[in-house]
C-alpha cells in the first residue's frame, strides 16, 4: 500500500484529491488529506474509504513529522511560502514531494541533497506554471528532433469568465486569488524581440499589449508577464531571437486597469490614512489632482483625456468607484480597497463557470523552410467550486502522483515537467479529460 498525503483542501484541489480518491482502490493507495480547517478536509475526502481527513497545522512541528513520516508521497498544496517547511521535512524523513508551484532560491539549495537521497521533487505541476511548460516542451523537443531551428515563441495564458456567464463590461470575474490578480505585473516585464531586449516597467505593462484570437472565443489582448528571459534556459533556447510570456485579457480590459495603476490604486506598501472614512468617490479622488470644481468624474476623465462615455469610464462606474458608500475598513492599502470592491463586483455566481485559455505561438525553420505552430487550448469549468482553473491545477498533479506511485517516472531530484518521462504521459492523459492543445502548422516563407 502507498500512502499519499495532500496537505490543504483548498478549491484548487478538488480534481487532485476526487482522482487520487478514485484510483486508491486499484492501486491500493491510502490518501490522507490534511487542512487547517478540518471541515474543508472532511468535505473532501468524503467518508471514502481509502481517503481519511485530518485537522493539520503545517506549523506544528510534531504533527508535521508525525503525518509526512507515515506518507510514501507528499503532496503540497499550501501557499508557496509554506513549501519549504514541508520540503525540508521531506528531504530529513526521505519522501517524495510533489507542487504546483515555482522552484524557489530555497529548494534549488537543497537539490543535490535531494538527488543524493533518490527522491523525487517535482514542481510547476498546475497549469501555469505547469500544463505551459509541458505544452511548449512537447513542440519545442518535436521542432528539434526534425532538424528545426526556433526563431520566436510566444506563451499566453488567461483565465476568464465562460462568455455564456460574462455578464459585466470588465468581461473578467475571479476564478483564483483575487489579491493576486490586483498585484499582478508589479516589476519589470523582461522578454525579447528580434534579438533585442524588452524592459517594460509596471506603469507601462498594461499599455504594452499583443493581440491574439483563440479558436471559438474571438480576440484577446496580452500584457507581458515578468520574466520571460529565464525560459530561455529553461527551454532550452538560448539563442532564440525572439520570446514573450503573457497574460490574457479581453479587449479593453488592460486599458481600464492601466488607469487604477497609474492613479496608485494597485499600492500595496503604504496604509491610507483613515482609510475607514472615506467613501469610493473620496478613495479615487485621493489619488487626483485638486480640483474643488470638478466632479471626480470629470476631474478622472479630463486628466487622462477620456470622454465621459467611454468604455473605460464605464468599466469604472459600473464598479461603483464614483459612488458615496464608505469604504468602511480600517488601516489598509490602496490595494486592499480596490481588491474589497472587485471581490464583490467580479465574484462568479453559483451557476457561473470560469474559462481557461493558452496559447504557444512557434515560428521555426527547417530545411530552409520557415514555419508556424499554433497551438491552442481552452477549457471551461463547470460551476463556481469546479473551476477550470482549479481542474487544470489539480488534474496534472494527481497524475504525477500515480506516475511516480507506480514507478512510471521516477525523476530523481528537483524538478519542472519539462522533461519527456514527465511531460508526455501526464499530457496524454489529461486530452482523455479533455484537456487538449489544437495546434495549427502553416509555411509562412
Given at each position: 500500500?502507498?500512502?499519499?498525503?495532500?496537505?490543504?483542501?483548498?478549491?484548487?484541489?478538488?480534481?487532485?484529491?476526487?482522482?487520487?480518491?478514485?484510483?486508491?482502490?486499484?492501486?491500493?493507495?491510502?490518501?490522507?488529506?490534511?487542512?487547517?480547517?478540518?471541515?474543508?478536509?472532511?468535505?473532501?475526502?468524503?467518508?471514502?474509504?481509502?481517503?481519511?481527513?485530518?485537522?493539520?497545522d503545517v506549523m506544528d512541528t510534531k504533527q508535521r513529522q508525525n503525518e509526512i513520516s507515515q506518507a510514501d508521497i507528499v503532496v503540497s498544496m499550501l501557499p508557496g511560502s509554506m513549501h519549504q517547511l514541508v520540503a525540508d521535512e521531506c528531504l530529513l524523513l526521505g519522501k517524495h514531494l510533489l507542487t504546483p508551484s515555482y522552484v524557489t532560491p530555497e529548494m534549488k539549495n537543497i537539490a543535490s541533497s535531494v538527488t543524493e537521497k533518490g527522491l523525487v521533487f517535482l514542481n510547476e505541476l498546475g497549469v501555469d506554471p505547469g500544463i505551459d511548460h509541458m505544452s511548449a516542451m512537447r513542440i519545442i523537443d518535436a521542432i528539434k528532433k526534425k532538424g528545426g531551428k526556433i526563431r520566436s515563441f510566444n506563451s499566453f495564458c488567461g483565465g476568464l469568465v465562460a462568455p455564456a456567464c460574462d455578464d459585466n463590461p470588465w468581461n473578467y470575474k475571479f476564478s483564483w486569488n483575487p489579491r493576486n490578480v490586483v498585484v499582478a505585473g508589479q516589476g519589470t516585464a523582461k522578454y525579447r524581440v528580434n534579438g533585442q531586449g524588452k524592459y517594460v516597467s509596471y506603469n507601462r505593462l498594461f499599455s504594452t499589449l499583443t493581440m491574439t484570437k483563440m479558436p471559438g472565443y474571438g480576440d484577446f489582448e496580452v500584457y507581458p508577464n515578468r520574466d520571460s528571459l529565464q525560459y530561455c534556459q529553461l527551454y532550452g533556447l538560448e539563442d532564440i531571437q525572439t520570446i514573450l510570456r503573457g497574460t490574457m485579457r479581453r479587449p479593453g480590459f488592460c486599458a481600464a486597469w492601466d488607469i487604477f495603476v497609474q492613479l496608485g490604486c494597485t499600492d500595496d506598501s503604504y496604509i491610507m490614512t483613515d482609510s475607514d472614512t472615506l467613501t469610493y468617490r473620496q478613495y479615487l479622488e485621493s489619488f487626483l489632482p485638486a480640483n474643488d470644481d470638478k466632479r471626480v468624474e470629470d476631474n478622472l476623465a479630463d486628466y487622462f483625456g477620456l470622454s465621459q462615455t467611454?468604455?473605460?469610464?464605464?468599466?469604472?462606474?459600473?464598479?461603483?468607484?464614483?459612488?458615496?458608500?464608505?469604504?468602511?475598513?480600517?488601516?489598509?492599502?490602496?490595494?486592499?480597497?480596490?481588491?474589497?470592491?472587485?471581490?464583490?463586483?467580479?465574484?462568479?455566481?453559483?451557476?457561473?463557470?470560469?474559462?481557461?485559455?493558452?496559447?504557444?505561438?512557434?515560428?521555426?525553420?527547417?530545411?530552409?523552410?520557415?514555419?508556424?505552430?499554433?497551438?491552442?487550448?481552452?477549457?471551461?469549468?463547470?460551476?463556481?467550486?469546479?473551476?477550470?482553473m482549479a481542474y487544470t491545477v489539480g488534474l496534472p498533479l494527481a497524475i504525477a502522483v500515480k506516475l511516480i506511485a507506480t514507478g512510471k517516472i521516477l525523476p530523481v531530484g528537483v524538478n519542472i515537467p519539462t522533461l519527456p518521462e514527465i511531460y508526455s504521459p501526464i499530457l496524454d492523459e489529461l486530452e482523455t479529460f479533455g484537456v487538449k492543445f489544437i495546434e495549427e502548422e502553416n509555411i509562412i516563407a
Open positions: 500500500m502507498k500512502n499519499i498525503f495532500v496537505i490543504g483542501a483548498g478549491l484548487s484541489t478538488i480534481s487532485l484529491i476526487d482522482y487520487l480518491l478514485k484510483n486508491a482502490p486499484q492501486y491500493d493507495w491510502h490518501v490522507t488529506v490534511g487542512d487547517i480547517s478540518l471541515l474543508a478536509a472532511e468535505a473532501k475526502v468524503a467518508n471514502t474509504a481509502n481517503g481519511r481527513a485530518i485537522q493539520f467611454s468604455a473605460v469610464m464605464d468599466k469604472i462606474t459600473w464598479l461603483g468607484l464614483f459612488s458615496n458608500e464608505m469604504v468602511g475598513l480600517r488601516d489598509v492599502t490602496p490595494a486592499q480597497i480596490l481588491q474589497h470592491v472587485l471581490a464583490e463586483k467580479w465574484s462568479m455566481k453559483q451557476r457561473d463557470r470560469d474559462l481557461l485559455v493558452m496559447q504557444h505561438q512557434f515560428e521555426y525553420t527547417v530545411d530552409s523552410v520557415t514555419k508556424q505552430i499554433i497551438s491552442s487550448m481552452s477549457y471551461e469549468g463547470q460551476d463556481r467550486e469546479n473551476t477550470a
